[in-house]
């Protein structure tokens, strides 16, 4: 049953261009309206995937730090009398690192979130706007001490990688942002998807991305300048001084259930992948005509459970317990990973094993997605 709760609100301040929602930006919300779908929509998913208490609540999406507080404290109230909070529970909520914004973070920390992680991306005014980030860096930086100050953990993003970014540039970027000593840092490297601005711009020659190697040597100024500071990688892109690792990205990444409600929003619960309508107006009407949002809930087969439990798990530091997941999905361990490909691997140095958890080395943290290619059972893989 879900101990991990997502609630996805769906607009935003304005049409932005990293937004996945910005066709869906409204002058107005019915506010009302609103927090009476998204209880029904708890109130539902608690019926199906309640039981134990949550132990982490995550607000994402457009724009959540510009929910009213009154919102988000009534949500809060709801999920904790349908599931009960763990004494400990970790209460996030995404930010955008503007003034509009950090002007709320005294009414959202009194209304229950006691963690933000802020989209700051970058602390130079030419990289923000290269990523079409809409604020500036000094507005970044006043929104991350007002969250400081409101919040008793704070994460921030930086994005590396970019065109100039030399291994001295970023060793300054990156020290820079862990002296303001924040807890947790998501480090990504910039990564060209298809159909984005940046793909048009590289296939326009506007733009030429760093090579493998250089942005190899950047992923392992990172892995040493983090460490150093107290902060070292427990996944992939994240790192965290000890206690402060996101409790509810690591639900994701240990295979747990989680509850997913709110327009677009994804679940897993006891096998089955729950996804709520994307649209707001296709949601709102499915809540009236059924109770709740979903649009699919579809029972995954024992592979592909196995399959995603295993790739998001090699993401961790930690690794995967492969006699755990053997246990939980029926399936032998040559079921689950090529042995061959491991026990070369892991000579190479990439991977590691310790009885039965396998785990990336950190040599093979930055080509993650080739070796999990080679490792991961061919069985999995075609399913």
């Known amino acids: 049953m879900a101990r991990a709760l997502y609630i996805h609100w769906p607009f935003c301040a304005k049409k932005c261009p990293y937004c996945d929602f910005n066709s869906h930006v409204r002058e107005g919300v019915d506010v009302a309206a609103w927090e009476r779908a998204l209880i029904a929509d708890l109130r539902a998913e608690a019926e199906v995937a309640g039981g134990e208490a949550l132990t982490s609540i995550f607000f994402g999406g457009g724009t959540p ?31 955008n690192p503007s003034s509009v914004e950090a002007a709320k ?8 979130v006691n963690r933000v992680s802020l989209g700051v991306q970058s602390l130079d005014d030419a990289e923000l706007a290269f990523l079409g980030r809409l604020h500036g860096a000094e507005e970044a930086l006043a929104a991350l001490g007002t969250a400081q100050a409101h919040f008793a953990r704070v994460s921030f993003d930086m994005i590396y990688a970019l065109p100039g970014h030399t291994p001295a540039v970023w060793e300054e970027r990156l020290t820079r942002a862990l002296g303001f000593g924040t807890g947790h840092l998501s480090l990504y490297q910039l990564t060209i998807e298809p159909g984005t601005r940046f793909a048009s711009d590289v296939r326009r020659g506007r733009l030429v991305p760093l090579g493998d190697d250089a942005a190899a040597e950047l992923f392992d100024i990172t892995q040493a300048l983090t460490a150093a500071a107290g902060l070292p990688a427990y996944e992939t892109s994240n790192h965290a001084r ?4 996101s409790r509810h990205n690591l639900a994701y990444w240990r295979y747990r259930d989680y509850a997913g409600i709110g327009p677009g929003a994804h679940g897993r619960r006891g096998g089955v992948a729950t996804v709520r309508h994307k649209k707001p107006e296709n949601f709102l009407a499915a809540v009236a005509r059924q109770g709740d949002g979903i ?22 530091s930690e690794g995967v317990d492969l006699a755990a997941l ?58």
């Open 295 to 316: 649009a699919e809930a579809r029972p995954l087969a024992v592979a592909d459970q196995a399959a995603e439990a295993l790739l998001m798990g090699l993401r961790l």
């Open 326 to 383: 053997s246990a939980r999905f029926g399936l032998p361990r040559e079921g689950l990973v090529d042995e061959g490909a491991l026990a070369r691997l892991r000579g190479l140095g990439l991977m590691w094993t310790q009885g039965a958890r396998i785990g990336v080395a950190p040599p093979g943290r930055g080509v993650l997605d080739a070796l999990l290619a080679e490792m991961v059972a061919d069985t999995l893989v075609a399913a």
């Open 105 to 112: 973070f005294a009414g959202l920390a009194a209304a229950g």
């Open 242 to 245: 000890a206690g402060e690792e």
């Open 65 to 95: 730090s510009l929910m009213p507080p009154a919102l988000v404290a009534a949500l809060l109230a709801e999920a904790e009398r349908l599931w009960g909070f763990d004494r400990d529970i970790e209460i996030t909520l995404e930010a």
